[in-house]
């Protein structure tokens, strides 16, 4: 299973803010992208993807939501929106609260659910232009692995000096990519190595 987890410092909380333009809402639409190149595919969908979706924007950060396409789940291209608009409605307080078939969320911050995935034994990769050349890295540490992307703001500082005492920086060639880019480049490399 590969995991990805964006983060996004200014991505609305709440559904009621995606009733508008998704870039006021905090770039919401980087959040979209990154969603359909997480599990889309020309006529078909990963199901060997889990996206964490980690939003500190207004009103009432932090928000975990969580997504793996199960085959119950009815999940779009045209409708991602709604798909996120449905489960930031959906969030009830003091509970992890499955929303749709595979789809969570919950109250939890950033590095809460960096160090759970790290307790279950995974390899934590942070996005980084300064970090090895995803190519360099090999194929059997990438098994089991997280690769965590900010937004275009990026990680914030503080979590991000505690996350590189145990993660690994990688980037995934000499340009600077949008958020999603980074996402399906990833997935093509996983793809390749079979992983």
Known sequence: MRHFIYFSRHAATSGKAL????????????????????????????????????????????????????PELEISKKDVAGL???????????????????????????????????????????????????RKIETNEMKNAVFILGDHDGLPQKELRRLKKTAKLVNIGPKIYFASQVVAILNNELDRREI
């Open 84 to 134: 996120i608009k449905k489960i930031l409605y959906k969030y009830k307080d003091g509970e992890k609260k499955e929303v749709l078939p595979g789809c969570f969320i919950e109250k939890k911050s950033f590095l809460k659910v960096v160090e759970e995935l790290e307790n279950e034994g995974k390899k934590i990769f942070i996005l980084d232009k300064k970090g090895e050349d995803i």
């Open 19 to 70: 009733s508008g333009d998704l870039m006021k809402a905090g770039r919401m639409d980087i959040a979209i992208h990154v969603l359909i190149a997480s599990f889309f595919l020309s006529y078909d969908v990963r199901k060997d993807v889990k996206l964490h979706l980690i939003f500190y924007g207004m009103p009432d950060p932090p928000k975990h939501i969580e997504i793996q396409v199960k």
